[in-house]
């Protein structure tokens, strides 16, 4: 899942024992090629970190609009495929025109989630998801045009209001893995039987288990550890559903608007062109992290090449299923922690995203998970989110009354649209939809609020990275 970085992890260069490199003297760490005992242990690390927020937002967001079985199978294989594509393409470049040459992945992120629900909710059923792949198109270009420019606008999106942003996604997102702890469909009868809340707190007390007492890469997976241990004890209570894996083809590569024919409309385009600000500064803040780890400098030029492949993923990406791109944030932590900062190594791994969204009869196997097991899960995953914000609005200069009124505010109306789902239902369809998302709203408050106090009058200015400025 897509979360922003934490900050840049500096530490001394790696050495050939430490990496396993096999590369030549003078070669930069980054444009290393491992051997293969190396580089292809290093890349399924990077799968285990990213592979569970891959899937949720097709989780999420399919349960949402009421696919099936075998259509929520092919829109987890889309993901999985895109997140692929556009990870080589990131990582590898070509020439100088796109992608950013680190070990960075990109896929689609749980920032969009929240708008995206919001969206389907003003449509009729049927109407939904083409609705919010013309958003997301649209959503892609507007991401290509503010690329070559994004340094001068950063400067409108401090730790201050990012921090908000990121807090935002965390806990307007928990009702979703609440419910699915108790059993997903709230018209069934059994809907919060204590057997599935049962299952849902032996997956929560797992991943804790595997967080204190794993090492290395055990504590790493602790999250894909507890889905899978959550479903092998689901199995024989019956409470797994072997139905999709029957269902899916095992090759077949995502057919062109397999979910519908795009559909365009003003509220939703505009709700996730908010997004899509939100998650192109997440991006930048990836590279230029991942630039400090891998002591290699990330200009202006390298976050352009970078948000351009985020731009062509989102644009084309709804064609075959595919929903807004950004970095994730917890591959630059493997990177961090490792290491291995070969971008090879992070390229190998969207080839197996790659194969994994090619075969969907494995993409399938996502379904076995149990409605309760993904809501264990997910309490951390999602909290996890929010505990990002909370840590980068610690760093933000909170000791400003100024800005503790524009995070209290901010983050009020974000809580909005959770506390009292039906406060804008008097309000046209377009409100309803920018404002009943509390990550849109609490965005635009946000901004809003940080050009009063920090931009207008006679106060400084915030300014962007140095990194930045010479785009």
Known sequence: MAQPATGPVKGPSSTPSETGSTSTPGCHPVDE???????????????????????????????????????????????????????????????????????????????GIAPILAIAETNAHGAQLPAIYGAVMVA????????????????????????????????TLMPVP???????????????????????????????????????????????????????????????????????PVAALPMPFDFGVPTFQPAAILSLCIVMLVLMTESAAGMIAVGEICERKTDGKTITRGLRTDGIATLLGPVFGGFPTSAFAQNVGVVSLTRVRSRYVVAVAGGALIILGAFPVLGAVVSLVPMPVLGGAGIVLFGSIAVSGIRTLSEAGLDDSSNIILVAVSLGAGIIPLAAPTFYADFPAWAQTVLGSGISAGALVAVSLNLFFHHLGTRGRVTAPAALKSS
């Open 33 to 111: 090629k491992l051997h293969p005992t190396r580089l292809v242990p290093a890349a399924l690390q990077h799968i285990a970190a990213m592979y569970a927020g891959v899937v949720t937002p097709p989780l999420i967001i399919g349960q949402a609009v009421g696919l099936d079985t075998a259509a929520q199978t092919r829109l987890i294989a889309a993901g999985l495929l895109i997140a692929g594509l556009t990870t080589v393409l990131q990582t590898l470049g070509v020439k100088k025109f796109v992608g950013n040459r680190l070990p960075f992945v990109n896929a689609a992120s749980s920032a």
């Open 140 to 171: 892609g270009v507007f991401c290509l045009i503010l690329a070559p420019f994004f340094g001068r606008l950063l400067r409108f999106f401090p730790p201050l209001v990012t921090g908000v942003v990121i807090t935002l996604i965390g806990v």
């Open 178 to 248: 609440v419910g699915w702890a108790q059993g997903g469909d709230k018209e069934a009868a059994d809907y919060g039987d204590m057997k599935y809340l049962a299952l849902a707190a032996f997956t929560l007390v797992v991943i804790l288990l595997f967080q204190r007492f794993g090492r290395g890469f055990l504590k790493q997976v602790a999250l894909l550890m507890g889905l899978f241990i959550g479903t092998v004890v689901a199995i024989p209570l019956g409470m797994a559903d072997f139905s999709a894996i029957e269902a899916a």
